[in-house]
């Protein structure tokens, strides 16, 4: 169900694994009659602005469905991403959270936003707590709580939690050596919390009110005794799972379904007065096969699905004489890309990382931009999505329109073009098979690395390999296991050209493990020490615009000037489509099912309906 709900508070724009959310049949025909047109961002926020709910009848069961089985349920120290689905917001429930159509921060837990610092500096900021809510047990939720979750929990090292590197800062100490410090909170009162940051830091809502809280009264004698971290396992009854949220977990059949009941004492509350949420019980059915997953859809079995581009036309024919209707959203906000490696560094034995007339032409800006106007995104979007997704390209999304910017260069299918800029390069000679070859008799050539036993990687290397030799360059297709790829990739560097996927936050300019030269993750050529010669001008930019980002402050006003947030994200793009040190491909679109008689669906362009609101017509 999390699907259907925003995000965790807290995320962080970074490298996201391998994102292959596409399919292909063996074979490709053109269709007659193409796929629906995609919707526009606009319309889909102005329809979930228009849209008011109407009171929901109590009762009925919501059958949803996760493809994994659950690993734990603790969600304070689960890597587990259907862990995370089903308790996060569900069962336990932040201080702030964000409105679902426009990403604004709004009081969830707290009772208002802090919209200014106590003190000058702007690291101080105090939240009143909301005084109706009650854990799941009936104990009181309060203060103790929130300090006890972040001083206790969260930042306690003993405690294996993914969430602490998010509340901790990089500053000077007293002889100027640079070291973290954590977020801290303070108890004012039953109902009144304080936090004091660091460093005044403009995302300052994500660190004082993203955090999940947890029960002190049911988990400080866990941490005490040292068993925190086997606390609420897989084989905890799940009615033993405490959170203050709309459902409360009350079965676990592993291999069969995860259950959740509603909580009649949430604290939230209808236009009416009525307390929600109004279904009973939600049924999250464990099926990995998305044929299988379709099939169970078809025949009534769920009541959601989260369809392929495949599925798009059975549904499409079936969905009025079967009742339900086909949701088709925005595009999602995570992307594929070509990348090739400008690494001109050596290994230890003095071997170069790439050869040098190979790096010569990846570092060559007019190499990646005539390789970008060799990609058809046309006719991948037809084979590989079904027409069914986004061309890309810049690293970010039309989905958070604060910072998005469509001002940026375009790179059409042009080939005449391709072979202008490699003429350009000095490439114009040809040996016999047609490929170009450059200074020294070396063929304009690379591999490309990707993933092994993915038919739709071996699609996209195809189409490039076809449209590369028009043009005189040969591509070299490498398939490497996943372990061996990331490897190659992150330790030996020993890589010409990949394909990767990442997601990102709505705060872009958070992406600095990609993006600044010292990081480790920044694919295209990482651990640049500052000040390095290998930095091109817009590299120094780029290390610039993400140490600027979220730190100006009007001292005047006392407050962060976002505006300029916005300038250098929209600098950020401009940059990133001129220089392409990431070539960016396609975003698969969002493509539901779901039955008429799950009423009261507001979909905007982050989520499908609000499992709070909806009802189940009977």
């Avoid at 469905?65 to 120290?77: C, H, P, V, Y």
């Avoid at 391709?418 to 063929?443: F, H, I, Q, S």
């Avoid at 994200?569 to 969002?590: G, T």
Wanted: hydrophobic share 35%; proline share 7%; net charge neutral.
């Amino acid at each position: 169900m999390k699907r259907l709900l925003l995000p965790p508070a807290i995320v962080l724009a970074g490298f996201a694994g391998f994102l292959w959310l596409f399919r292909l049949s063996t074979a490709y025909e053109k269709p007659v009659k193409g796929p629906p047109p995609l919707p526009l961002v606009d319309d889909i926020t102005k329809a979930a602005r228009e849209f008011r709910y109407e009171p929901g009848v109590y009762g009925g069961t919501l059958n949803d469905w996760i493809s994994t089985e659950l690993k734990d349920l603790n969600l304070a120290i689960s890597t587990d991403a259907t862990t995370s689905s089903v308790l996060s917001g569900l069962v336990f429930e932040t201080l702030l959270t964000r409105d679902d159509i426009d990403l604004e921060w709004i009081p969830q837990l707290a009772l208002e936003v802090p919209t200014s610092s106590d003190d000058p500096e702007g690291r101080v900021y105090t939240l009143k707590l909301r005084q109706d809510v009650k854990w799941h047990d009936g104990a009181p939720f309060t203060a103790d709580d929130v300090v006890f979750t972040y001083h206790e929990i969260i930042l306690n090292e003993s405690i294996p939690c993914s969430s602490r590197p998010a509340l901790q800062m990089d500053v000077p100490d007293e002889s100027g050596k640079i070291v973290k410090r954590s977020v801290k909170a303070e108890k004012v009162d039953d109902y009144t919390v304080r936090f004091t940051l660091p460093k005044r830091y403009a995302l300052y809502l994500q660190l004082i009110g993203g955090v999940s809280i947890y029960p002190r009264h049911i988990l400080k004698p866990r941490v005490d005794d040292g068993t925190f971290n086997s606390t609420w396992n897989i084989a905890t009854p799940p009615s033993q799972v405490i959170g203050t949220g709309p459902y409360m977990p009350s079965e676990y059949v592993p291999g069969e379904r995860f259950v959740q009941k509603r909580n009649p004492n949430y604290w939230k509350k209808d236009e009416a007065g009525n307390r929600l949420p109004y279904v009973e019980t939600i049924v999250y059915n464990i099926i990995q096969n998305p044929d299988t997953q379709l099939q169970r859809f078809l025949v009534g079995n769920l009541d959601y699905l989260e369809a392929r581009s495949i599925d798009l036309k059975q549904l499409t024919q079936r969905a009025e004489g079967g009742g339900f209707d086909v949701v088709i959203r925005a595009p999602q906000a995570g992307w594929n890309y070509l990348a090739f490696n400008q690494n001109p560094r050596s290994r230890p034995d003095g071997v170069p990382y790439v050869k040098p007339w190979k790096s010569s032409w990846f570092r060559d800006v007019r190499f990646r931009q005539a390789v970008a106007h060799c990609i058809d995104k046309d006719s991948i979007n037809q084979i590989m999505y079904d027409g069914m997704a986004q061309q890309n390209w810049v690293p970010y999304t039309p989905k958070y329109a604060k910072y998005w910017t469509d001002e940026v260069r375009k790179y059409a299918f042009n080939l005449d073009e391709a072979r202008r800029l490699l003429d350009d390069m000095g490439l114009t000679a040809r040996n016999e098979e047609g490929y170009r070859v450059g200074a020294g008799g070396n063929v304009v050539e690379f591999v490309l690395t990707t993933m092994a036993n993915s038919e739709p990687l071996k699609w996209l290397v195809t189409i490039l390999e076809q449209d590369l030799k028009k043009v005189g360059v040969r591509l070299i297709p490498e398939y490497l296991e996943f372990n061996l790829l990331v490897r190659r990739l992150s330790q030996d560097w020993d890589w010409e050209a990949i394909v990767l996927g990442y997601t990102a936050g709505p705060e872009p300019l958070l992406g600095k493990t990609i993006w600044k030269s010292s990081e480790p993750r920044r694919v295209w050529n990482p651990r640049v020490p500052a000040g390095s010669p290998e930095n091109r001008d817009w590299e120094v930019r780029l290390d610039q615009i993400f140490e600027e980002a979220y730190s100006t402050w009007d001292e005047k006003q006392k407050r962060f000037l976002w505006e300029r947030d916005v300038e250098l994200a929209h600098e950020w793009q401009r940059i990133a489509a001129e220089n392409l040190p990431h070539i960016y491909l396609m975003s698969r679109v969002d493509i539901h099912a779901v039955y008429r008689r799950v009423r009261n669906r507001r979909s905007t362009v982050f989520t499908l309906m609000d499992p709070t609101r909806i009802y189940i017509e009977r």
